[in-house]
């Protein structure tokens, strides 16, 4: 089973809350989970990443954190700010095919 | 630094044409990859090509194919258009055997009519 399923599909926040992201994958062969960001007329940009021997990654406001066992990973945005309003996806992928699956997005909205 | 250009921007098709769009990945970068981004069906992996060879290729029919030039730089070739086939075509370059650090493209809005 190759599928990430991403949730929740659309996510409002007030500006400076949290804002939760999770993605849930089957094949345990996956060995590389990013978080890419896309802006409306842009392409995803690579904003985090983790692989499965790391139960938490920080990169400022950003923070992955996963869960081999449960095969599960999550997206934690701190302090939330309306710049950060964009789509989020996760992905898996497997080494060596160049093939990433992507979950199917989060519309985040960050209001004022 | 340069990041991925693609070309063009848009383009218009009517069912049955042909379409070819192009991308130069970044510099240092050998890997290309090809996403389409439909509405409704997020990105889907299309291509991935790498030292001008085709190493993988997405769930698509024969139609979709492609080539990586000797500088790098690629071109999607989508024959006998389909309604279906209106997307947002991403690339993506990176570095061979680095497939979580893909660094994409504005995308080439492709609409067949």
């Known amino acids: 089973q190759q599928q990430v399923k991403q949730s929740p599909q659309s996510l409002i926040v007030q500006k400076g809350g949290i804002s939760i992201i999770n993605c849930a994958y089957e094949n345990t062969a996956f060995d590389y989970f990013p978080w890419y960001q896309q802006f409306p007329g842009k392409g995803p940009a690579l904003l985090i990443a983790i692989r499965p021997d790391v139960s938490e990654k920080k990169e400022g406001r950003f923070t992955i954190s996963f869960n081999k066992s449960a095969k599960q990973f999550s997206l934690h945005i701190m302090d939330s700010q309306p710049g950060d309003s964009a789509t989020y996806f996760c992905?898996?992928?497997?080494?060596?095919?160049?093939?990433?699956?992507f979950g199917q997005g989060t519309t985040l909205q960050v209001k004022p | 630094e340069a990041g991925v250009t693609q070309s063009p921007t848009h383009l218009i098709k009517t069912r049955g044409q042909q379409a070819t769009l192009r991308c130069s990945p970044i510099s240092g970068h050998t890997s290309v990859y090809w996403y389409q981004q439909a509405l409704g069906l997020g990105l889907q992996f299309l291509l991935w090509?790498?030292?001008?060879?085709?190493?993988n290729r997405g769930n698509f029919p024969p139609r979709f194919s492609g080539r990586q030039f000797p500088n790098y730089s690629s071109e999607l070739n989508v024959n006998a258009l389909e309604l279906e086939d209106s997307a947002l075509y991403l690339c993506a370059s990176g570095k061979y055997r680095n497939t979580g650090e893909l660094f994409f493209g504005e995308g080439s809005r492709l609409t067949v009519l």
């Open positions: 090509y790498d030292e001008g060879e085709e190493r």
């Open positions: 992905a898996a992928s497997f080494s060596n095919t160049g093939k990433l699956i």
